[in-house]
């Protein structure tokens, strides 16, 4: 194999970034204000004790995505240290890019985007996007394509969830249709136009081994025990975030059991897949965002918890293989079983619950906040007086539909873009491999018994 030329771009990748930051200074010098704090004692008291109600649940969703979501993608043996950093990364530079869009889009005010900490948590939302999309692709991408992504996907999930919220009255206050449906989707796009029609052979180094599994199965735990605070942090304090904390307890404890159940049942001397339990612990998780704050009964936070464990599972055994085999669709982490299928089944599942549920029992539970300030829910029970709960839960169903259509074309595109060859792809041989992108030191004292010559070459000349 011959070596890269040695002009690729090798310092693209900081090259870009301090670039960003740098315009990034620029615009919060000139625009970017805190809101002015209340000169009123009371005001400063609500103000205080506001605070003190979101920053833990917010505190909790950074230990989601930092530690427990970077923990998880760890299953591939020799990319756990790539995994971690590019996590870490996107996470940043997703929120960062996504406060200066929201905040023309919608804090833009004389002038001046003011920020506080629920523009934060919205702009964090944006950014969990794009961590749940990349893994349609982990390991054969480089950090420069990444950062593509993050760039083309944070302002189409803004545009979609503007659209799904605020235009269709959709909803969704754990994001299980704006963030966990519509990221897989765009994932999948990204997968199949950067990988086209040719089928990905496996690769020796995705195979997971015990410790990565341990590792990765650390992650889910932690992700398992904030999860509440994830779909209940946008719920109105009181009574509807007490219920959707206490539904996601219950989906999330059903989903564990029941995989634990089905994992064991579709293999032949009864042993449990550490892939399985990884994703499909968090199944609950994903599809009881749209209905968590519903006046919903108990025993149906459980059956939907069940419900989607077993499309994971299932998901994992048998429609990853199809869609590899059929459709040439890579997806590294199998983010449509934990994401896409029990997204498609929480979206269908607060279709029926709107159907079912009275008016005067549910007008109580709804409460989601929307980005651009104010009560979401309150705009969709107006409509919803209007349309109906049928027209209500069409809507729910409308909502589906848009996210899916928009992810897809956005991915296909962002795919397409990401074939330039100037964003330094890795060499299928180098794919999984953390010595491509971080200087360890066994590495760099001695090639190894499993390293050549070459292939540190062409780790020096493809680094990014």
Known sequence: MAVPHPTRPRRLLPL??????????????VFVTYDKPSAQAEDANLAAN???????????????LVVGLGLLLTFLPHYGLSALTHNFLLLNFSTQWALVLQGLLHRFHHSQVHLDLHNFLIAEFAAVTVLISVGAVLGRTSPCQLLV????????YLASE?????????????????????????????????????????????IPIPRSDLMSLVGTLILWVFWPSFVAVLCQPGDAQHRAILNTLLAMSASAVTTVVVSSLLESDGKLSPGHLQNGS????????????????????????SLSAVACVLGFKFLTPLLARKLTLQDQCGIHNLHGLPGILGAVASAVAILVASKDTSRSHFSQ?????????????GQWGDRGAGGQALCQVAGLVVAIGI???????????????????????????????FKIQDQAESPGPGGTDEEGALALTERV
């Open 149 to 156: 992504v993050a760039a083309c996907e944070v302002p189409v």
């Open 407 to 437: 992810s897809l074309l956005a991915g296909l595109l962002t795919g397409a873009a990401l074939r330039l060859p100037y964003l330094a792809p890795p060499p299928e041989r180098l794919c999984f491999d953390d010595s491509l992108y």
């Open 282 to 305: 968090l199944a609950g998780g994903v599809a009881i965002g749209a209905v968590a704050d519903m006046a919903v009964p108990p025993v149906a936070a459980l059956a939907l918890g």
């Open 16 to 29: 870009s970034l301090g670039l960003f930051q740098g315009a990034l200074l620029l615009f919060f010098a």
């Open 369 to 381: 906040v929307s980005p651009a300030g104010g009560n979401a829910s309150e705009v969709a029970w």
């Open 162 to 206: 503007w659209v799904i919220i605020t235009n269709l009255g959709v909803l969704d206050v754990g994001g299980t249709i704006t963030i966990h449906v519509f990221s897989c989707y765009f994932g999948l796009g990204v997968s199949k136009a950067l990988f086209g029609v040719v089928q990905q052979p496996v690769h020796p180094k995705e």
């Open 50 to 64: 506001q605070l003190y109600g979101i920053f833990p649940l917010f505190q909790d969703i950074q230990v989601m």
